[in-house]
């Protein structure tokens, strides 16, 4: 069972609009949120992270939203440029654990239409 | 600039044969991970390792084996390979846990495996 989901496994977006990626996760006890981008054959790069003790974090032109009792975060991009076409997982951890064990989603692809 | 050298971009091996997957990182990290990458299931957690000579299983760990005789390399090991084992692996690496952890992994740029 997928602790961690993005129901939308793909994602079109004009350039320049706004670009929203969603995640749901089940396990309550996740206290940090992180989103990596893979382009292809490349491994996953970390983009933007969020704990849970915040509801927004903001780095440049990526933003994420994280609320808690619904246990979702999303992932915004503003402007959408070409060269964020990439696949994007969403990804969950106890912090208070000593392993840093990271639990990711199935990935969602977005491809920004120039 | 950080690095996580894993040996092998490409393999094709047949049924039955041992593979072995190396990784090595030069950031002194604790933490080194395992995760496999297939279309749809996202990265899953085959085995992790917080320090020298210690592993735990992740959620797929079936089929699998890894080793770590010093900190800066994490191999994996498939005793004798399977079809369903064709997949991409990733490698990573983070530092030691904590509030102060950003969690952030540091990955590899992959190994795709081919089982014939």
């Known amino acids: 069972d997928q602790q961690v989901k993005q129901n939308s496994p793909s994602l079109s977006v004009q350039e320049g609009r706004i670009s929203i990626l969603n995640c749901d996760y089940t396990?309550?006890?996740?206290?940090?949120f992180l989103w990596y981008k893979k382009y292809p054959a490349e491994g996953p790069t970390f983009l933007i992270s969020i704990s849970s003790i915040k509801d927004k974090n903001e780095d440049g032109r990526f933003t994420v939203f994280l609320n808690k009792s619904a246990k979702h975060l999303s992932l915004h991009i503003v402007p959408s440029q070409p060269g964020d076409s990439a696949v994007y997982f969403c990804?969950?951890?106890?912090?208070?654990?000593?392993?840093?064990?990271?639990?990711f989603g199935p990935g969602t692809s977005l491809s920004v239409i120039p | 600039d950080v690095k996580v050298t894993q040996s092998s971009r490409y393999l094709v091996k047949r049924t039955g044969e041992k593979v072995f997957l190396e990784c090595v990182q030069d950031m002194d990290h604790e933490n080194m991970f395992w995760y496999r990458q297939d279309p749809g299931l996202g990265l899953r957690l085959i085995y992790f390792s917080y320090d020298v000579k210690m592993k735990e299983k992740g959620d797929i760990p079936e089929g699998y084996s890894v080793s770590r005789e010093k900190k800066e390399r994490f191999s994996l090991i498939l005793e004798s390979a399977s079809t369903n084992q064709t997949s991409m692996y990733l490698c990573?690496?983070?530092?030691?846990?904590?509030?102060?952890?950003?969690?952030?992994?540091?990955f590899g740029e992959g190994s795709r495996l081919t089982v014939l």
């Open positions: 990573a690496s983070s530092s030691s846990g904590g509030y102060a952890n950003t969690g952030e992994l540091f």
């Open positions: 396990n309550s006890m996740f206290d940090y």
């Open positions: 990804a969950a951890s106890e912090m208070k654990t000593s392993y840093d064990k990271v639990i």
